[in-house]
């Protein structure tokens, strides 16, 4: 089974940056389309971005609340997803999921999650 | 982007009971809608996926139904370990691939 395991949160001012990790257990991470998702102290689910392999010509998607400070970049020598945030904003505050799509029955799903790592930005 | 409407927000009912959740897409996305559940503290877990297929182990009281605009999450006879916060996430042609707000099943 797929495990994922997020790194790289924590607190940080306003405009600051950090970049979290999400390492994968398995070898094949480089087949793997995987999602970043975020949720706010107390809300729901927000999508934030996507890349898909490089064999499926590694496109990347971003929502639009992050799209320019933002960058979703993967290392598949190592497994490891990323996400560089920049120019950090109090309403980035929150848990930050990464997901593995799997390919079932036609559809791109998010079936393997990580534990989420949380990033505070505050003063 | 297409906006994706649950309803209701929050639902109170019992062990045994059977409860349906509602979702609606501002736009037609087929049959490209997926269910998650969650629990305080821990990762969502899939539990459909193409508006009524059951994910591997997920148990056969989690039912989906709908196409186009309108879908719906039941749940046939609630167990305890169902209380939870249930999504609903269209992947309809190009990101973002927005979440529903949430259904929060309490006692």
């Known amino acids: 089974e797929v495990q994922l395991v997020e790194s790289g949160g924590g607190l940080v001012n306003p405009g600051g940056s950090l970049r979290l990790s999400c390492a994968a257990s398995?070898?094949?991470?480089?087949?793997?389309?995987m999602t970043w998702v975020r949720q706010a102290p107390g809300k729901g689910l927000e999508w934030v971005g996507r890349i898909k392999s490089k064999g499926a010509g590694g496109a990347i998607d971003y929502a639009a609340p992050v799209k320019g400070r933002f960058t979703i970049s993967r290392d598949d020598s190592r497994d490891t997803l990323y996400l560089q945030m920049n120019s950090l904003k109090t309403e980035d505050t929150g848990i930050y999921y990464c997901a593995w799509d799997h390919y079932i029955g036609g559809f791109y799903v998010s079936d393997y999650w990580g534990q989420g790592t949380l990033v505070t930005v505050s003063s | 982007d297409i906006q994706m409407t649950q309803s209701p927000s929050s639902l109170s009912a019992s062990v045994g009971d059977r409860v349906t959740i509602t979702c609606r897409a501002s736009h037609n996305i087929n049959n490209r809608l997926h269910w998650y559940q969650q629990k305080p503290g821990k990762a969502p877990n899939l539990l459909i996926f193409g508006a009524s297929n059951l994910q591997s182990g997920v148990p056969s009281r989690f039912s989906g139904s709908g196409s186009g605009t309108d879908f719906s999450l039941t749940i046939s006879s609630l167990q305890p370990e169902d209380f939870a916060t249930y999504y609903c996430q269209q992947s309809y042609s190009t990101p973002p691939y927005t979440f529903g707000q949430g259904t929060k099943l309490e006692i």
């Open positions: 398995e070898s094949i991470f480089s087949l793997a389309w």
